[in-house]
């Protein structure tokens, strides 16, 4: 299929915090044909490039001077098994909650903890995503790429793409050096379910389900984040703005003794995961707004990690809001908290 360059597109549906950016340049992908074939096109080396899909974890605080490439190609296929995993492919541009679900209708269990999660296919490994104890590293088997430069296409294990918490070489050597095309995923055939996540626990035994299935398991994750997060297409956001920070164990023994009630996990390393949600809403910051603002960007009234567009926001807007919310967490606990959106 034929790649058609647009001039001057609004990004608002492009991204679900809803903010009204415009780009110069805009091509919407649905075959890895199409994309070698915008490769070849003047507009690839004109300007500057980004390459979104769901738009979930992008934050544009300004127009973008160059060329935004929405990656929308569809289609999975199972792939075998190994004897102990199923491998099954799916395109890039599929969405992510929408692969979760048919995997589950085809009889193929392993990714229900990571059921509502918003955004694409090809977008989850460079976040390395993760929810309700599990991380997409764990079902992953390889991914396809596009060297945007050499126009090369390669295959990289879950070694070359360097998973970490809510972190990839895509983050990093990789940025802006791979076009993530196709994610092999490994489904287990030997299924077990994951509950280590205490809400998730809780939740399914209150309703009996002392053998979950996986289809329960989803429903019930799906319930649980419903209650919690905001819909991006009622209220914008990109779900969890901040990662839980980590520390080392004498750093989170400070702490706890400044602060009792202190939320943080144990790590195999030894370093502690803090909830960066307790946080923030330890320094006042859950339903408000930067003092002397439009008060159209403001962190939810019921999860202190998710900034949202109350309607009309501009990008700039949400980043002096995260840079608020940054500079009292620092003050008060020392901690430096980390975006996980792109800021554009």
Known sequence: MRSIILSDVLLTPFNTFGIAARAKRFARIDTVEALLELRASPAWTEGRRLIVGGGSNVLFTQDFDGLVVHMATKGHADLGDDGTDRLVAVAAGESWDGFVRTSLAAGWPGL??????????????????????????????WLEALDPDT???????????AFGYRDSVFKHALKARAIIT?????LPLRW????????????????????????????????????????????????????NPMVDAATCAALRAQEPSLVAHAQADGRSKLAAAWLIDRCGWRGRSVAGSSGRAAVHDRHALVLVNRGGASGAEVLALAEAIRADVLQRFGVALEPEPLVV
Do not use: H, W
């Open 112 to 141: 229900e903890n990571l059921a509502l999660i918003p955004g694409s296919v090809g977008a989850a490994p460079v976040q390395n995503i993760g929810a309700y104890g599990l991380e997409l590293a764990e079902r992953f088997a």
């Open 151 to 161: 126009g090369v296409m390669t295959q990289l294990d879950a070694d070359a793409c």
């Open 182 to 186: 196709r994610v092999v995923f490994r």
């Open 192 to 243: 077990q379910p994951r509950l280590t996540y205490a809400d998730l626990a809780q939740r399914l035994a209150r309703q009996s389900a002392v053998d979950p299935s996986a289809a329960q398991i989803a429903d019930s994750v799906t319930a649980i984040r419903r209650e919690k997060l905001p819909d991006p297409a009622v209220v914008g956001n990109a779900g969890s703005f901040f990662k």
